[in-house]
């Protein structure tokens, strides 16, 4: 049986690796790939764009966009365009390759260095159509892409956790965090997360294709700052659990900084506890990043879920996924009949 609808959700460098992954299964199952991306981001070139011209950060939409770019050597070199982030600006007074008369005060006040050519080309389009779903598909269309980007809402949101040992002179002290940047490094123990909206409205077409889609899968990713926001959206967590699709985790290879002291198992029991009516058909993780497997396997059958172990890491031992591994891995379970 061919022609599964995959809905992945996430953001940022764990979204773009299951995407990439898709892409290696795309042809073979004949896959309609939908990605829900995150619109937290508040740091880097997204954080400063949000912060000054508004709308929607475009970092995270950027990475989907260019994971599922098309192969044809035009679209590639498109998506190298988007990627491709501004340098510093020679110093003041140094000519800069083909302008016969450098501007001083250009070069000391220097507004595109760190910024992806993407991101500028997405905060245009969400500008010049007043849609970000409109804009998406447009940069999609530019890009070839094999499959479409929906944001989770149409506007932005805040993250904000309750650290506890956020600083270090106060272990025990619990604070609030703010700005997804800051949870995403901080060195304390995340032990609850809340968006400010608490109800923004979800994306009306990301709806759409949960209601339609035979897979849902979540991760790998940030977990806190990737993964568990679409549970915190009321509408897309409620279409999350009425919809009739089977749902599919795949856990990192290893923890982050926001997730310092989650074992593996405890990743498992955030989906949970930020969404306990959620269930889970299968659960894909490398057997080396897991280690002893049964506590991971307990944590998946409370979800009522099965653990299935593959060698889906790169080679070289980094805690990075392998598209083309995760993709071989991901070919079974998402061409299983039920």
Not at 37 to 59: C, F, I, M, N, Q
Not at 95 to 122: C, I, K, M, Q, W
Not at 175 to 189: I, P, S
């Amino acid at each position: 049986m061919t022609g599964r609808r995959v809905v992945a959700f996430g953001g940022g460098h764990g979204l773009s690796a299951s995407l990439r992954a898709l892409r290696h299964c795309a042809p073979e199952l004949d896959l309609d790939i939908t990605a829900v991306v995150t619109v937290g981001d508040d740091g880097g070139s997204s954080g400063r764009l949000r912060a000054e011209r508004g709308g929607l950060p475009p970092g995270d939409l950027r990475q989907a966009l260019v994971a599922l770019a098309g192969d044809h050597p035009a679209t590639r070199r498109s998506a190298g365009l988007f990627q491709h982030r501004f340098a510093a600006a020679p110093a003041a007074g140094v000519p800069r390759e083909g302008l016969a008369d450098p501007d001083p005060a250009a070069d000391r006040a220097d507004g595109l260095a760190g910024h992806a050519v993407g991101n500028l080309v997405l905060c245009g389009l969400m500008e010049l159509l007043g849609d970000p779903v409109a804009a998406l598909e447009h940069a999609g269309a530019m890009l070839g892409t094999v499959g479409r980007v929906l944001p989770m809402s149409r506007q932005p949101v805040d993250i904000e956790a309750r650290v506890r040992g956020a600083d270090p002179a106060g272990p025990d002290e619990v604070r609030t965090v703010r700005g997804q940047h800051q949870v995403a490094v901080t060195t304390g123990r995340v032990e609850s997360l809340r968006l400010t909206p608490a109800a923004p409205a979800a994306c009306a077409e990301a709806l759409a294709a949960i209601g339609a889609a035979d897979w849902l899968i979540f991760g790998p990713g940030s977990w806190y700052t990737s993964v568990l926001p679409h549970l915190l959206v009321p509408q897309l967590a409620d279409a999350i659990v009425s919809s009739s699709a089977r749902r599919l985790v795949t856990l990192n290879l290893a923890a982050e900084k926001e997730t310092l002291g989650l074992s593996v198992a405890d990743h498992l029991a955030a989906l949970h506890w930020y969404l306990p009516e959620l269930k889970v058909d299968l659960v894909l993780a490398d057997a080396k990043a897991v280690g002893d497997p049964e506590p991971v396997e307990r944590a998946a059958e409370s979800l009522g879920a099965r653990l299935v172990l593959a060698p889906v890491a790169v080679t070289d031992g980094a805690p990075r996924h392998d598209p083309a591994a995760l993709g071989a891995a991901l070919v079974p379970v998402l061409g299983a009949d039920r």
